[in-house]
C-alpha cells in the first residue's frame, strides 16, 4: 500500500485510528497497485469494485481506452480504498507508439472522488485535485475565444466528454474533467503524447465489460512509482 497523493507509506487501521493514514498527508484511502497485469487480476479489481456494499455514492469506473488505440497494450491497473471506505479511486495505464512518433508513449486514466488526490499524484503537481484550475479555465476561456473550449474531447462510455489542460511536471502532460459525477484525468508521458487525445479516444469502463481481446503489456513503470 502506498499513499495517493505523495507515493509514502501508509499505516493500516489500529486501535487509535480508524481508518489508514500516511505520516505527510493524513487520513488517505491506501493506493493498491498489482505487480503484473494480466485478465485474473483485471477480474479480481473488478470484483473489488463490484463486489462491495452498495456505495453511498457513484463507483469509480475503470476506464479504459477501447478499442486501444493500434500498437497499444494495457500495461497496468490500480486502485485506492479500504474495506471501511470501499474503492474511492481507479487508474488505468497504457503504453504504445506515440502520436507524433519518436519512440513509446504512456497514458494512465483516473476517475477519482473529490479529494482523494491520485490524478494530481500522476500530474507531478499538489493539491487533492484539478477544481481551482478548472474553475478558472470555465471562468476564463481565453483570448480569441468567445466560448470556453476545452483542450480535447473524447468519448466517454459513448458520451462527447470536454478535458482541459492542467498543470503538470514538465515531462508530462496532464488533462482533467468530469464523467459519471468523479473526476477524470488523462496524465501522458511524454508531454507530446497528450496529442492522443485530440484523436478519436473512446474510454470503456472495465468494470461494465472487460474484453477478452484486451491485450496486455509489461507492467507500467509510472503506477509503479517513476510517476
Keep these: 500500500m502506498s499513499c495517493?497523493?505523495?507515493?509514502?507509506?501508509?499505516?493500516?487501521?489500529?486501535?487509535?485510528?480508524?481508518?489508514?493514514?500516511?505520516?505527510r498527508c493524513g487520513p488517505v484511502p491506501p493506493l493498491h497497485v498489482p505487480e503484473h497485469i494480466n485478465p485474473d487480476?483485471?477480474?479480481?479489481?473488478?470484483e473489488r469494485i463490484t463486489g462491495a456494499d452498495e456505495p453511498e455514492g457513484p463507483r469509480p469506473p475503470l476506464w479504459c481506452p477501447w478499442p486501444l488505440p493500434p500498437g497499444w497494450t494495457m500495461t497496468g491497473?490500480?486502485?485506492?480504498?479500504?474495506?471501511?471506505?470501499?474503492?474511492?479511486?481507479?487508474?488505468?495505464a497504457c503504453a504504445g507508439p506515440a502520436p507524433l512518433g519518436g519512440?513509446?508513449?504512456?497514458?494512465?486514466?483516473?476517475?477519482?472522488?473529490?479529494?482523494?488526490?491520485?490524478?494530481?499524484?500522476?500530474?507531478?503537481?499538489?493539491?487533492?485535485?484539478?477544481?481551482?484550475?478548472?474553475?478558472?479555465?470555465?471562468?476564463e476561456p481565453g483570448r480569441g475565444h468567445p466560448e470556453r473550449v476545452a483542450h480535447a474531447k473524447i468519448r466517454v462510455a459513448g458520451h462527447p466528454t470536454p478535458l482541459w489542460l492542467v498543470n503538470s511536471s514538465t515531462n508530462r502532460s496532464a488533462?482533467?474533467?468530469?464523467?459519471?459525477?468523479?473526476?477524470?484525468?488523462?496524465?501522458?508521458?511524454?508531454?507530446?503524447?497528450?496529442?492522443?487525445?485530440?484523436?478519436?479516444?473512446?474510454?470503456?469502463?472495465l468494470?461494465?465489460?472487460t474484453p477478452p481481446e484486451l491485450v496486455y503489456g509489461a507492467p507500467s513503470p509510472y503506477l509503479h512509482g517513476a510517476a
Excluded at 493500516?12 to 493514514?21: F, I, K
Design 4 to 23: 495517493p497523493r505523495c507515493g509514502g507509506a501508509v499505516r493500516a487501521p489500529d486501535l487509535m485510528h480508524s481508518g489508514s493514514r500516511c505520516a
Design 41 to 46: 487480476i483485471v477480474a479480481s479489481v473488478v
Design 77 to 92: 491497473v490500480a486502485w485506492a480504498g479500504d474495506e471501511g471506505g470501499g474503492v474511492r479511486a481507479t487508474a488505468v
Design 103 to 139: 519512440g513509446p508513449a504512456d497514458l494512465v486514466f483516473v476517475a477519482e472522488e473529490p479529494g482523494v488526490g491520485l490524478g494530481s499524484r500522476f500530474a507531478g503537481t499538489a493539491g487533492p485535485d484539478p477544481g481551482p484550475e478548472l474553475a478558472e479555465a470555465l471562468a
Design 175 to 205: 488533462y482533467a474533467g468530469e464523467a459519471r459525477g468523479m473526476w477524470l484525468h488523462a496524465i501522458a508521458w511524454p508531454a507530446s503524447a497528450g496529442h492522443l487525445l485530440a484523436e478519436e479516444v473512446m474510454l470503456h469502463d
Design 207 to 209: 468494470a461494465e465489460w
